[in-house]
């Protein structure tokens, strides 16, 4: 395929950000076998047909305002704190109803993964949004690799308990281990990234190191950060957010204008380092994915589950 899925503006027409556009040429000389090729996550990322072509925010955007709750509240908490975590080594346990259940090695993961640059929007229910070019691959690589169960109808998520490099989970604000859970239609779907770097690099610790889920039609939350744990379940798994205020929170919680929160619209949303312009923005349905995923919820009624 030849072009890109989305036909808003290209934002490499838009002042690009030389140091991106290095990189990306960069990635191409890489995958052309012109630069030997080093062990940082995103060299070997194809570009992706699924990215949008809106410009992406700065890597300052990107890394320095961030939510994690188990580094603090303030959204400057996580670039803070979060060196605290240790990364390496680091082992995803992978159980429930699948063929082949495991204690699997990052290393493990990542081999034969096949990576790409996802360039996505990230839109938080706080009506804030990114553009972030995520470095990853496709969930459903990996769901197929352990082999799925005809049982199983979730996928539940859970990011590491460790207080003692995570100061925030010394003190109960969420349940932990933050937890997420998807149905296994949304989890199969092509646009649902394992993340292992951005801007072509490993992920900061910040942003979900070293393996952190991305459902771009979905606000923030339900894109859980730093897994340990992934479980196929038949029964709909607990989430964090949805555990602690279910009014509030939904299970689905895909991004939808009409469906306000509790507490405040969700129809506009402001763009993170839009700078002196920065307009509030109409949110769109589904985050702007809805003719990739609007037929996964058909017959549902997404103001009752929303
Ligand atoms: N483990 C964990 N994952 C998490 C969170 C968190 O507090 N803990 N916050 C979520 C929320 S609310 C958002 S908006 C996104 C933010 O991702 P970013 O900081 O990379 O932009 O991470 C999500 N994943
Ligand atoms: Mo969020």
Redesign the pocket.
């Known amino acids: 395929m030849s072009h890109r899925f989305r036909p808003d503006l290209g934002w490499s027409d838009v002042t690009p950000k030389a140091d991106f556009l290095n990189r990306r040429q960069f990635m191409a000389s890489a995958a052309a076998g012109l630069i030997a090729s080093p062990a940082l996550a995103g060299l070997n990322a194809k570009p992706s047909v699924y990215s949008t072509m809106e410009k992406p925010n700065s890597r300052d955007d990107?890394?320095q305002?961030?939510?994690?709750?188990?580094?603090g509240f303030d959204?400057g908490d996580?670039a803070k704190n979060a060196h605290l975590l240790t990364t390496d080594p680091w082992a995803v346990k992978i159980d429930g109803l699948v063929d082949r259940p495991g204690n699997y090695d990052l290393g493990d993961i990542l081999t034969g993964a096949p990576l790409e640059e996802r360039i996505y929007r990230?839109?938080?229910?706080?009506a804030?949004s990114?553009v972030?070019p995520w470095v990853g691959f496709e969930l459903s690589h990996l769901l197929n690799r352990v082999g799925v169960q005809p049982g199983a109808k979730y996928v539940a998520f859970e990011?590491?308990f460790r207080p003692d490099e995570m100061p925030?989970q010394r003190r109960r604000v969420?349940d932990w281990?933050?937890r997420?859970g998807l149905r296994l239609d949304e989890a199969m779907h092509p646009l649902t990234i394992l993340a292992n770097g951005?801007y072509g690099e490993d992920l900061p610790n910040?942003?979900?190191a070293p393996l952190?889920?991305v459902v771009p039609w979905k606000?923030?939350?339900?894109?859980?950060?730093?897994?340990v744990r992934i479980s196929l379940t038949a029964e709909q798994p607990p989430a964090?957010?949805n555990m602690e205020q279910s009014r509030e929170y939904g299970f689905y919680a895909n991004v939808n204008p009409q469906v306000d929160h509790p507490r405040w619209s969700q129809a506009t949303e402001r763009r993170i380092g839009g700078g002196l312009f920065n307009a509030r923005q109409d949110t769109l349905m589904f985050n702007g994915y809805a003719d990739q995923v609007a037929d996964l919820y058909a017959g549902m009624d997404l103001k009752k589950q929303f």
């Open positions: 990107i890394t305002y961030n939510n994690f709750y188990e580094f959204k996580p990230l839109r938080c229910v706080e804030w990114l972030v990011t590491l925030g969420l281990p933050y997420e951005v910040q942003c979900g952190r889920l606000y923030g939350f339900k894109s859980i950060k730093s897994i964090t957010w």
